[in-house]
């Protein structure tokens, strides 16, 4: 009987316990879910890969977040970009916004400047289909669509980067340069090499494609796209193509 009843408290004392886990889980989602962390929500970490600031939340739609990357505050991600392994963005100070069907390479580290040397402004601006390598560092500039940067790249402060331009591995683009549109350019510091061909351009062009379905398709999303989706509408944000095109491409600053 002894036996019996010490089995019996055993079994309700895993029950209870199992009880009171549950309920507690179930209370760490609400209160994350109320103070928009969604660390609870992601299918494969428990990580943090969203981290609010003075208020201000990363804002992204049905994009690829790889589980160890870290956001913080005011990042803009529009839809099927993606953000690999031990990238970091921080907008600390300025907005960083990233275009549709972008990519960031892994260990890439991207900050927004309180100010830049030139007429550019201090936040992160980077247009549609542009590739970033791994282990880059990119400062408050402006990126233009079908760009792409090679690994180990610094971007200074106040850099415009026309459309199509590529920018080889392992090069330094001082503050407040202009890199051409459909030009390559490489080097410490960089300097023009050659225009690039139709077939190049085409290339970096489908290879920002490429990356993004890999990335859908073989990696998984790592957070429900709803729960992001209700974020983004509830906090009104503002894609890429929306905010450049109402402040940059109709001033000619690309022309």
Not at 90 to 101: C, D
């Amino acid at each position: 009987k002894m036996e019996i009843f010490s089995l019996a408290i055993k079994r309700a004392r895993f029950n209870y316990g199992r009880l009171l886990k549950e309920l507690g889980l179930q209370f760490d989602r609400k209160g994350c879910k109320l103070s928009y962390n969604i660390a609870p929500y992601q299918e494969l970490s428990r990580h943090q890969t969203v981290h609010p600031l003075y208020g201000h939340t990363a804002h992204i739609r049905n994009a690829w977040i790889a589980p160890n990357a870290h956001l913080l505050g005011r990042v803009v991600v529009s839809p099927w970009a993606t953000i690999w392994y031990n990238a970091v963005l921080r907008a600390e100070i300025n907005t960083i916004r990233i275009g549709h069907f972008s990519s960031i390479g892994d260990a890439t580290v991207i900050n927004s400047s309180i100010s830049t040397p030139v007429n550019v402004p201090p936040s992160v601006n980077i247009g549609k289909n542009v590739i970033i390598g791994d282990n880059c560092s990119i400062n408050s500039c402006i990126i233009d669509d079908e760009v792409k940067i090679g690994n180990r790249s610094y971007i200074g402060e106040g850099v415009v980067i026309e459309r199509g331009a590529e920018i080889e591995a392992n090069s330094i683009i001082p503050p407040g340069s202009l890199i051409p549109a459909g030009q390559l350019w490489g080097g410490n510091t960089v300097k023009y090499i050659r225009d690039l061909t139709q077939e190049e351009k085409w290339n970096n062009y489908n290879e920002s494609y490429t990356q993004t379905v890999q990335s859908q398709s073989d990696e998984g999303s790592s957070w429900p796209s709803s729960y992001i989706e209700d974020i983004s509408e509830k906090e009104g944000a503002e894609t890429i193509e929306e905010y450049t095109e109402r402040n940059y491409f109709r001033k000619g600053l690309f022309n």
